[in-house]
Nanobody, 115 residues
Framework: QVQLVESGGGLVQAGGSLSVSCLFS????????MGWYRRAPGKQRELVASITSSGRTNYADSAKGRFTISRDNAKNTVYLQMNSLQPEDAAVYYC?????????WGRGTQVTVSS
């Protein structure tokens, strides 16, 4: 059974940086596509960034140039480095793992950006 645990959320001032991490518990992390979604109050969940098992990345337009997703297969961890954060980036950030029909989600970590 796969479990995902996010960490690293918190409060940051506008223009600041924050990194969130997701620890994958289970087997075969390296063959999973991983990614981050976020949900802000009153808004729909949106994909922020994803990374395939081979390391190919994809970003939402809102994240391009500011956020970087990466993975460390030795540590079973996926990271999201967020720079130049703005109040509109405030949300609960959720990690997910996908392999074919199998999909798993973490419980989320709160990111708050003060203006």
């Amino acid at each position: 059974q796969v479990q995902l645990v996010e960490s690293g959320g918190g409060l940051v001032q506008a223009g600041g940086s924050l990194s969130v991490s997701c620890l994958f518990s289970g087997s075969a992390f390296s063959i999973y596509a991983m990614g981050w979604y976020r949900r802000a109050p009153g808004k729909q969940r949106e994909l922020v960034a994803s990374i395939t098992s081979s390391g190919r990345t994809n970003y939402a337009d809102s994240a391009k140039g500011r956020f970087t997703i990466s993975r460390d297969n030795a540590k079973n961890t996926v990271y999201l480095q967020m720079n130049s954060l703005q109040p509109e980036d405030a949300a609960v950030y959720y990690c997910y793992a996908n392999r074919g029909i199998f999909e798993y989600w973490g419980r989320g970590t709160q990111v708050t950006v003060s203006s």
